[in-house]
């Protein structure tokens, strides 16, 4: 069975479907440290209310939340960075001893706690070491390892993936996207 490949407008027809939303999705809705383009914000923040107001159930993962909080922090180092002129400073060794980290790192745990798990159920894969290397032998060059990861949480779960990762083209599994190459 070939996996479904929705555009974002054709989401209304989903009745009582499970969806994982991707990092990268999360990150548009909370994260305005990314700069990102403001169409695209719009319509997955469209996206996010018509689900909250529809029948279907939002999910999460502690390894998307892991990416958000990652790419969070980050994008608070490159603007600490850039706002202090330190470009040669480093993260671990020298932002993580910043007021302006504990300032993000509030944010982003404030953002994970309040505004993403109030709203989405929790999904986890249990790994036992065969299938855990299994995971590792199905990993291929067009896919990293957390995607992979969020591959099975689909597959195992039977969730749609909203994501608008075009790493995600050839995945085995059902995609909801704006962006044109995941859905033509």
Sequence with gaps: ??????????????DRKGILFDANIWLYLYCPLGGYNPHIISVYSRCYSDLLRSSN???TDVMILSEVANRYLRLAFE????????????YKRDY????DYRTALGE?????????????DV?????????LSDLIDETNPEIDFNDQHI????KDNGLYLL???VDFKNAPVDIVSHNRALCN
């Design 123 to 131: 999904c986890n894969s249990q790994y036992t070491r065969e299938s």
């Design 151 to 154: 591959v099975k949480i689909c």
């Design 57 to 59: 159930t939002i999910f």
């Design 163 to 165: 994501t608008n990762d």
């Design 1 to 14: 069975m070939m996996a479904e490949r929705l555009r974002l407008d054709e989401i209304k027809h989903l």
């Design 96 to 99: 993580r001893a910043k007021d």
């Design 108 to 120: 982003i745990h404030e953002i994970i706690k309040n505004k993403i798990l109030a709203k989405t």
């Design 79 to 90: 603007r600490y960075k850039r706002d202090s002129n330190q470009a040669s400073m480093d």
